[in-house]
C-alpha cells in the first residue's frame, strides 16, 4: 500500500521558518523524483520544488528560489522542505508528489501570519 505522510506544517509569523516532511512507503523511494505542490484557497495547485532521485538535481519556482530547499534521505525514504523567510502568500496546504506514479499525500497546512 502506497502511502506520502506529509508532517510539519503549522502557523508562523512572516520573516519564519518550517521544515516540512514527507514520508513515502509502498514503493522504491530511491528511484523516484519527489516534488512538493501547494495550494491556496481559491488558487490552483502550484509545483513549488522537485528533487531527482538521487538528490543531485533540484528545481524551484521563481516564487520561492532562494527561500526554500528541497531535499531527500533516501536511507529513510522521506522528502525534505526546508522553508524560510516565509512570507503570508506561502499560505497553502503542502502536498508531496510522486509525480510518475501520480501518488499524492494528504497535505500539511502552512499558515504565515503578517
Known amino acids: 500500500q502506497v502511502q506520502l505522510v506529509e508532517s510539519g506544517g503549522g502557523l508562523v509569523h512572516s520573516g519564519g521558518s518550517l521544515r516540512l516532511s514527507c514520508v513515502a512507503s509502498?514503493?522504491?523511494?530511491?528511484?523516484?523524483?519527489m516534488s512538493w505542490y501547494r495550494q491556496a484557497p481559491g488558487k490552483e495547485r502550484e509545483l513549488v520544488a522537485s528533487i531527482s532521485a538521487r538528490g543531485r538535481v533540484t528545481n524551484y519556482a521563481d516564487s520561492v528560489k532562494g527561500r526554500f530547499t528541497i531535499s531527500r534521505d533516501n536511507a529513510k525514504a522521506t522528502v525534505y522542505l526546508q522553508m524560510n523567510s516565509l512570507k503570508p502568500e506561502d499560505t497553502a496546504v503542502y502536498h508531496c508528489?510522486?509525480?510518475?506514479?501520480?501518488?499524492w499525500g494528504q497535505g500539511t497546512q502552512v499558515t504565515v501570519a503578517s
Open positions: 509502498g514503493f522504491t523511494f530511491s528511484t523516484y523524483l
Open positions: 508528489r510522486n509525480p510518475y506514479k501520480d501518488y
